[in-house]
């Protein structure tokens, strides 16, 4: 055989075994993360920290933004403190949710079953791997050195059309949301895992002389 056909061959095998390579170690890296995607539901019991939230419209434009405090407590417990625009606090008890908003001096309360069932919350607030509800795909793509999923739910739903979920080391750190009207939510988490949390932060009654809209369960 001649020298040039063997250089040929072997540059041939070499980049045949780079490629080989390259793809086993995408295949784990994908299967690290699914784990640790799979670990964040169903190891961690309990989430406190601070988030901030924007709103986009379908051109893009930012319409809304909000900052506050997160605590959850898995399963069905979690109480989203709106420090801006406005103040607003969502209480969930593990049997109601209770919207209070203290400008208004009104309090709104739902069972969960009907205040969660298309809120891209409630996937926060399950202790199971989100595959019952969504069809979990991984995105190719490292945007904020995250790994990033897209979830779409497997009924249609008529609040959002799917939610994109970027996940470094320790969890879940930033929730796109995207909705049937083409407007996005984002939102980032700057949060603590599996941290002691006092039961009464998932406990409200309704201040004295506040309007009450709904019965709760």
Known sequence: MKKTAIKTLAKTLVMSALLISTTQFQAV???????RLNQFFTQVNTLKG????????????????AT??????RPGKFRWVYATPEPQE???DGKNVWIYEKDLEQVTVKPMSAALSSSPIAILTRKSIPDSQFKVTKLNLKANGFDWFNLKPHRNNRDF???QLGLDANGIRKMIMFDKLGQKTVINLNVKNNVPISGNRFYFRPPAGVDVIGTPS
């Not at 601070?50 to 319409?63: C, E, L, T, W, Y």
């Not at 506050?68 to 407590?73: A, D, H, M, T, V």
């Open 161 to 163: 059309k799917n939610i």
């Open 90 to 92: 969502i209480i969930a």
């Open 29 to 35: 890296a994908q299967d690290n993360a699914r784990q």
């Open 68 to 73: 506050g405090q997160l605590y959850l407590n």
């Open 50 to 65: 601070s988030f901030n939230q924007r709103v986009f419209d379908k051109k893009g434009k930012m319409i809304q933004q």
